[in-house]
């Protein structure tokens, strides 16, 4: 099973997935020489999608790959459904379920730029609805803070009150808030110290392990990966921070990968 992301985000979908399927062997690829993808264009995030998918099937023998990475997601997934012929999941803002258990009626859907900007959004959140009220936040930075945050460095909560300071002001605030980020999990402690106030989160991950579960219990799948592998794009300072996080996930390898040319 291959999972990939820009950044740590990746890694809250991982731990539920160990959690609940704990003997399954995983590779996690984390693509930080193009962190962030959300202010990528979309050729970018195609084009990126496909070569690391290619690059790490003509090393490792992956049966399944999940994109767990909402901008991506959004933006590449039918196309990388297309490129290849085994089963890739993607992790998207659940508006649906949002509406369904929102009590004030008033949702807060934060993403990154690319993925407001995608036609999956803008197609969910354009619809007529007089009873839908979606407010939307896009934001960059908020996933510059998870990564800090998974380092173990300071985040300063003046920032992160100026991402949240248009909900702030609002008369009626949102009761619901979608993460339309993976990176976004790791910041509901400071999201609801931010809001003061009690907020139910939707974040999509629970779909992803079911699909992931289901697949796995369909298909009696000879795991021909024997070890947990951790593979980056690029070495830096950054990377060497986050080695101590690593080792919860036993990952027996952990490696540059070279991607290949397109």
């Known amino acids: 099973m291959l999972i990939f992301d820009s950044g740590v985000g990746g890694l809250s979908i991982l731990e539920d997935i160990k959690k609940t399927l704990p003997n399954i062997k995983y ?3 984390l693509d930080n020489e193009a962190f962030p993808y959300g202010n990528k264009t979309k050729c970018f995030i195609i084009q990126r999608s496909i070569k690391i998918i290619k690059t790490i099937k003509k090393n490792y023998p992956i049966s399944i790959t999940i994109i767990a990475c909402n901008t991506a997601s ?13 089963p890739i999941i993607g992790i998207f803002p659940d508006i649906k379920h949002a509406e369904k258990i929102s009590q004030n009626k008033i949702i807060g859907l934060i993403a990154t730029q690319a993925t407001i900007n995608s036609s999956y959004i803008k197609k969910r959140t354009n619809k007529k609805n007089p009873n839908k009220n979606i407010q939307i936040i896009s934001t960059n930075k908020l996933a510059v803070i998870a990564e800090k945050k998974i380092r ?8 992160l009150k100026k991402i949240f300071q248009k ?3 609002l008369t009626i605030q949102p009761d619901t808030i979608i993460l339309g980020c993976t990176h976004f999990l790791l ?3 400071e999201i609801k110290e931010i809001l003061y106030k009690s907020i139910y989160f939707v974040d999509s991950k629970d779909k992803i392990i079911q699909n992931v579960k289901k697949h ?3 298909f009696n799948i000879d795991q021909k990966i024997k070890d947990n592998i951790f593979l980056y794009s690029k070495n830096n300072i950054e ?5 101590f996080f690593l080792k919860k996930y036993n990952f027996k390898e952990i490696n540059y990968l070279k991607l290949i040319s397109s």
């Open 27 to 29: 590779i996690y690829i």
């Open 74 to 86: 959004t933006v590449a997934l039918s196309i990388l459904r297309k490129t290849f012929n085994f």
């Open 152 to 159: 173990g460095l300071i985040i300063s909560k003046i920032e």
């Open 167 to 169: 909900w702030i002001d």
């Open 187 to 189: 910041l509901k402690k």
């Open 216 to 218: 796995f219990n369909r």
């Open 239 to 243: 990377l060497k921070k986050l080695l």
